[in-house]
């Protein structure tokens, strides 16, 4: 596609049930990122792909969170038994390593009630 | 962790004045990105500034690099009411492919 596609657009779930978040990033980059950023807050790094490589999940905050990237492509966000400060928009970026700039998805709004 | 950080955290000026937004970070970097964000939706891109680079110019943009101290400052001439948005500097660190982002400084420009 043209750019970084993201989806759901927006999530609602409920407390303690399991949400899937995808990114579809630019077909040809390398490299794969996710973001989680609070209401009003700056981006928090969660998990980073490139390549072949193992990815840095150095930014995963629990055990509840996980990510895979199948083919080097599609991206996948778990989180298990939700809690309410899971709320927050879920940004994907993908990048051509060699220049570094990332270009991002609209993200996911996942509400947690 | 975070490498980047701006401030101020908040700005507001008037429709035609000059923002200035600063960035500063910890470690040796490849370079210093500056991003945009809208209504909390995803970055695009302004302007990249390598790490021998000392100021890059872009259209109203005018960003510079100060590696001695590990700080960047983005200026964006003659306001306009479009131009309230969020704005973070990235920075990748050298010996690392990641890109870390700051808090960001949320910029409102008063028509």
């Known amino acids: 596609g043209a750019g970084v596609s993201q989806s759901p657009s927006n999530k609602v779930t409920e407390k303690g049930k399991d949400v899937e978040l995808r990114c579809d990033p630019i077909?040809?980059?390398?490299?794969l990122y996710w973001y989680r950023q609070s209401l009003g807050q700056g981006l928090e790094f969660l998990i980073y792909?490139?390549?072949?490589?193992?990815?840095?999940k150095s930014g995963l905050p629990s055990d509840r969170f996980s990510a895979e990237r199948t083919g080097g492509s599609v991206s996948t966000l778990t989180i298990q038994r939700t809690q309410q400060e899971d709320s927050a928009v879920y940004l994907c970026?993908?990048?051509?390593?060699?220049?570094?700039?990332?270009?991002f998805g609209a993200g996911t709004r996942l509400s947690v009630l | 962790s975070q490498q980047g950080e701006e401030d101020p955290q908040a700005l507001s000026i008037q429709e035609g004045e000059n923002a200035t937004m600063n960035c500063s970070y910890k470690?040796?970097?490849?370079?210093l990105q500056w991003y945009r964000q809208n209504s909390g939706r995803g970055l695009v891109h302004l302007i990249l500034?390598?790490?021998?680079?000392r100021e890059k110019h872009s259209g109203r943009l005018r960003v510079t690099l100060d590696t001695s101290k590990k700080s960047s400052s983005l200026l964006i001439t003659a306001s306009r009411a479009a131009d309230t948005a969020s704005y973070f500097c990235?920075?990748?660190?050298?010996?690392?492919?990641?890109?870390?982002f700051g808090a960001g400084t949320r910029l409102t420009v008063k028509p």
């Open positions: 970026a993908s990048t051509n390593s060699a220049r570094n700039i990332q270009y």
């Open positions: 077909s040809g980059h390398t490299a």
């Open positions: 792909f490139q390549g072949n490589s193992a990815p840095d």
């Open positions: 470690t040796s970097i490849n370079n």
């Open positions: 500034i390598r790490s021998n680079e």
């Open positions: 990235a920075t990748d660190r050298r010996n690392n492919n990641d890109m870390r």
